[in-house]
């Protein structure tokens, strides 16, 4: 089963208009984080937010915000006022297994376009 | 300014030639780890490091080797490059291994095996 699953292979967006990308993630640890990087045509990879499994509270970074919907095991990417600068591939990672690795694993992504 | 940086960016090499893709992080990580980034099969895990001269496999090991001899370094080596390991490299590091530490990435290295 895949751990991270976005379902958005592409996503648009009018300027200055909110959107929200969809992330749900599989795993049996009782302790892992879920993060959100953005990755423009340039190819770097920029961290977003991050929200932690025991976190109460919804994540919010500036503009970015993280809807974490624990028993639906989700943990979409709000982001408000979209501006052109946005128009990246976005990918929801989930990290876990302190002791085995601690590694990453990556949703497939969603190319976020923003429409002037 | 705290930053990961990999050497180099972009390379077009030949099969068989030996290389060595450098990392370097300034922000004193415990951990670090490799990605390679491949459409159709996303970013996947090739080496971590937990701290110095602590290394293992990630999920795709196979042709690859690492080193970590001192905290901030985390050289990738290629001691036979194939055509199938061209692809985008990503190399991250992170305070520590916690799941709550986000991992943070230099901005890749291009490789390219003929």
């Known amino acids: 089963a895949q751990k991270i699953t976005q379902t958005q292979p592409g996503m648009f967006v009018q300027e200055k208009e909110a959107v929200t990308l969809d992330c749900t993630y599989d795993t049996s640890d009782q302790s892992y984080g879920l993060f959100w990087y953005k990755q423009p045509s340039s190819g770097e990879m920029i961290f977003l937010i991050y929200?932690?499994?025991?976190?109460?509270q919804n994540a919010t970074e500036g503009r970015y915000s993280l809807n974490f919907q624990k028993a639906r095991k989700s943990a979409n990417l709000v982001i408000s006022a979209s501006q052109l600068g946005d128009s990246a591939m976005y990918f929801c990672a989930m990290r876990e297994g302190e002791t085995s690795g601690s590694r990453l694993t990556f949703g497939e992504g969603t190319q976020l376009t923003v429409n002037p | 300014e705290a930053q990961v940086t990999q050497n180099p960016r972009y390379l077009i090499t030949v099969t068989g030639k030996k290389l060595t893709v450098t990392c370097s992080q300034n922000?004193?990580?415990?951990?670090m780890s490799w990605y390679r980034q491949d459409p159709g099969l996303g970013l996947r895990q090739i080496y971590y490091s937990m701290n110095v001269e602590v290394t293992d496999k990630g999920d795709v090991p196979e042709g690859y080797k690492v080193s970590r001899k001192e905290k901030r370094n985390f050289p990738l080596i290629l001691e036979s490059p194939s055509p199938n390991q061209t692809s985008l490299y990503f190399c991250?590091?992170?305070?520590?291994?916690?799941?709550?530490?986000?991992?943070?990435f230099g901005d890749g290295t291009r490789l390219s095996i003929l």
């Open positions: 922000m004193n990580h415990e951990y």
């Open positions: 991250a590091s992170s305070l520590s291994n916690r799941v709550g530490q986000p991992q943070h």
């Open positions: 929200q932690g499994s025991y976190d109460e």
